[in-house]
């Protein structure tokens, strides 16, 4: 189901969808090019993620201008409602104060501001933005060590992850962890659907152990899959799907670019960290050289850099989230899930992917449908889950109307009898006719 927000033509939005998959599929090939130059794959990831930092910094910077200014405007029509006086040098103190405690004051927490909301959910952006960085750590680290099918097919394991994590805290709540708070149980479609899923991971296995055990083929081909690989990419599956949970509250309410811009600066720094941490390919501040922190500025390794940073990081992953206002995200999750496809042909035709085994073929058939099932099952779980919610508050305020308690304090009118109406706070309402007595 596609969202009803009136937005760009159906041509704009799919032509759209198929650039985003299409960049973001050909990462891995750039990807493979930079580690074989001798860049480490951890240091590569950082350059990506640090160019698209500083391509996100102008629209970071307007979208937050703007929001400032609106919450401004929503401060000052509270002030005038409420007949608070302020004056005007004491206004941007005012905002100040809110902003950076999180709170305002005299009960108006029901603003809805995003500033201070937005600052209050930082240290939880930053965390999100961490395990993004792993994720493009460890997937690069993949790419460098497996063939670019599996890579690509075992990180998009996230759907099937999150299903098993659920899974795991929901019994643990059940046994004794109050703690986890409240935790819905995945459906029985979506636990199916991740159990065929795995086993298609385990079928494509079975080329690893065909290429480890030839000699042969190892020295003559390049990005034969490898347990090692497999195993780096599955962790950058792990690790985007904490960012997902993490950050799922806040993409909901917050503008795009202003939530974007803190979690890539925040990966870019932690896949950093990795890279000045890896030893087998230690990585130097000083220079401009392959395994330098600023070699991304290179006029050699430049052009690498700024592509990923602006087509699979902006035309890619930024698309799919502006996407999810106008399309439904069972479409954006199956553009995703693409990428495998899509890279695997786009590394066969640079030369860099031979034609996949039969395990890899089947195994990857069985987990990418297996993914689509249980995202598929996911939207529709969570359609029922707002369906259910919406009602939930509509039974709420109904039950609120009816409860309310009102007066009425009744006096003599030639029409009838005078009542002036009040609400449980003694508030007077209005004044009616009635022909009765008691509460109304």
Do not use: D, N
């Given at each position: 189901m596609g969202s009803d927000v009136a937005g760009p033509s159906p041509l704009v939005l799919w032509s759209a969808l198929f650039v985003g998959a299409l960049t973001c599929s050909s990462a891995g090939v750039v990807f493979d090019e930079l580690t074989s130059q001798g860049v480490p794959p951890f240091l590569a990831a950082s350059w990506r993620l640090w160019c698209q930092s500083i391509i996100l910094i102008i629209p970071f910077v307007l979208t937050y201008q703007e929001v400032k200014r609106n919450d401004a405007e929503i401060i000052k029509h509270w002030i005038t409602s409420s007949e608070l006086t302020l004056a005007e040098n004491e206004l941007d103190e005012y905002m100040r104060l809110s902003a950076s405690t999180g709170n305002l004051r005299n009960n108006v927490d029901d603003l809805a501001l995003i500033i201070p909301r937005f600052y209050s959910a930082l240290p939880l952006m930053i965390c999100s933005g961490m395990f993004l960085g792993i994720h493009f750590s460890s997937w690069v680290y993949s790419v460098q060590t497996t063939s670019l099918a599996h890579s690509l097919t075992w990180v998009s394991m996230g759907p099937i992850i999150i299903c098993w994590g659920q899974w795991i805290l929901y019994i643990c709540r059940s046994l004794c962890c109050s703690i986890f708070g409240n935790v819905k149980r995945p459906s029985w479609k979506e636990t199916l659907g991740s159990i065929v899923g795995l086993s298609g991971a385990i079928m494509m296995l079975g080329d690893v152990a065909k290429f480890s055990s030839s000699p042969t083929a190892q020295a003559s081909l390049q990005h034969e899959p490898t347990m090692k690989g497999d195993l780096a990419a599955f962790v950058g599956a792990f690790a985007v799907s904490i960012?997902?949970?993490i950050g799922r509250n806040c993409r909901s309410w917050m503008p795009l670019w202003l939530y974007i811009f803190p979690v890539v600066v925040s990966s870019a720094l932690s896949s950093l960290i990795l890279a000045l941490f890896d030893s087998e390919q230690p990585t130097q501040w000083s220079g401009l050289s392959q395994t330098s922190v600023f070699g991304f500025l290179n006029v050699h390794y430049l052009p690498y850099a700024m592509y990923l940073g602006i087509g699979p990081g902006i035309a890619g992953h930024t698309v799919f989230n502006a996407l999810l206002k106008y399309m439904s995200p069972?479409?954006?999750?199956?553009?995703?899930?693409?990428?495998?496809?899509?890279?695997?042909?786009?590394?066969?035709?640079?030369?860099?992917?031979?034609?996949?085994g039969l395990w890899t073929l089947l195994g990857g058939i069985v987990l990418l449908v297996s993914l689509f099932f249980v995202s598929y099952n996911k939207e529709e779980e969570d359609e029922r889950d707002s369906d259910q919610d919406n009602l939930l508050e509509r039974t709420e305020r109904q039950n609120e109307f009816s409860d309310k308690q009102m007066t009425a304090a009744v006096g003599d009118d030639s029409s009838g009898m005078m009542a002036t109406v009040f609400d449980k706070d003694d508030v007077p309402l209005k004044k009616e006719t009635i022909h009765g007595y008691g509460t109304i």
């Open positions: 960012y997902l949970v069972l479409i954006i999750s199956t553009a995703m899930l693409s990428e495998p496809l899509f890279g695997s042909v786009l590394g066969y035709i640079c030369g860099m992917q031979q034609i996949p």
